[in-house]
């Protein structure tokens, strides 16, 4: 639909609102960066909370930027309707759903260390993920990709993704290549009212302050924690690229550098972070459990998400004035195209984990068409499970 004859934006959600609405698409998002194609069916074909433009804004900066993508998504979403406060709801409500599952498979798994009991009873949701992301890439690709160019950015990106390029010289290169291709066209005019965003510097440095108090007492009281928080910081703003990017820094300094788990123990919450909804980092949870409990659990899950929210908080306001710039507005596409690129990647790579016999076959392909008939993802993934539970 052109922009000129959208909805216009309807009134701002209240809080609770908010939180009651993410905390119920975060108890479905499996698929890591595939939620972002239905959080966009939330906030702008849904609820219209937004306009297109101002979410695939929204989304090129979370692309950019370190942290788990589908989280900060969740995130800007918030700030967009509901300033600080909102993000940090929409942040909470899209997460809580990961901490507590994860946190239960944790002391299960502590108890038991029966994880292929786990796996087997989520088996058949690993199918029905394969169908989540692969909807979610021609969902997405159906929005991002116009012409010849903008599927050949997409094309490039999915290449570099799979060949494990970084993912900071993929996103360079599809803004540069964004800005290039495109570079003879005019700039379609602006067509949406474009609201940017006030400034969030006081409301940063509030929670910069309280952020740095909670750790000086953390590192008085609990030395321990104090080291577990401070790497699941580091290891977050580092991760650009998403959640998968922080598996293999995850790996090295807790298994290699500081041997606090053994690698089948790691490996092992790996596996749990993909059966769980939401970002794979969620993995930091079963770390923090298994080595001081479920106080530790709660901190490294902290850490691992609160600089990445931090840094969104700041960064929103000047990057909503840069796409004003039809330069910058060109290298926004560009990444916007390698975001379709990286959801085919991903959603080949799932598939290649799975044994495909005819139940997880029928299971993806009933889930699959119930997603492009719009059914909605939560009854999908409830009946799915259902379904997989009976099966194997």
Known sequence: MNDLH???????????????????????????????AYIR???VEREHWLHKQTFQEGV?????????????????????????RGA??????????????????????????????????????????VAIVANAAISFGKTALSGWKTWSIALAAAGLFWLAAHPALILF??????????????????????????STARALLFLLAATTAGFALLAFFRHDLAQLALLMARV?????????????????????????????????????????????????????????????????????????????????????RLCASPLFKRGVDGVLCSFVGLLCTVTIRLALHIHWDWPHLLLAAVAFAALLKK????????????AAMLLF
């Open 236 to 320: 977050d703003l580092m991760a650009f690229g998403g959640g998968f990017a922080s598996v293999p820094l995850l790996f090295h300094e807790i298994v290699v550098t500081r041997a606090w788990l053994n690698a089948p123990t790691f490996l092992d919450g790996i596996a749990l972070g993909q059966l769980t909804p939401g970002p794979i980092v969620i993995t930091a949870t079963f770390v923090g459990y298994l080595l001081h409990g479920l106080f530790g659990a709660f901190i490294a899950t902290v850490a691992m998400f609160l600089p990445s929210l931090l840094l969104l908080i700041g960064a929103a306001p000047y990057f909503a």
């Open 6 to 36: 959208q909805k216009p934006v309807s009134p701002p959600p209240t809080l609770p609102r908010l939180f009651a609405v993410f905390l119920r698409l975060g108890a479905t998002a499996f698929g890591g960066p595939a939620m972002i």
């Open 88 to 129: 940090i709801t929409g942040y909470l409500g899209f997460g809580l759903p990961a901490f507590f599952l994860m946190t239960a498979l944790s002391a299960f798994y502590s108890r038991t260390h029966s994880l292929p009991a786990v796996i087997a009873a989520f088996s058949g949701l690993q199918a029905i993920i």
């Open 173 to 198: 290169l599809a803004a540069l290549l964004g800005m290039t291709l495109n570079s003879g066209q005019p700039t379609a005019p602006q067509t949406e009212p474009r609201t940017p965003l006030p």
């Open 60 to 84: 090129a900066l979370c692309q950019t930027i370190p942290g788990a993508t589908a989280m900060q998504v969740a995130a800007y979403v918030g700030l967009r309707v509901r300033g600080v």
């Open 375 to 386: 059914i909605d993802l939560l009854w999908v993934v409830l009946a799915g499970a259902t």
């Open 41 to 43: 069916e939330l906030a």
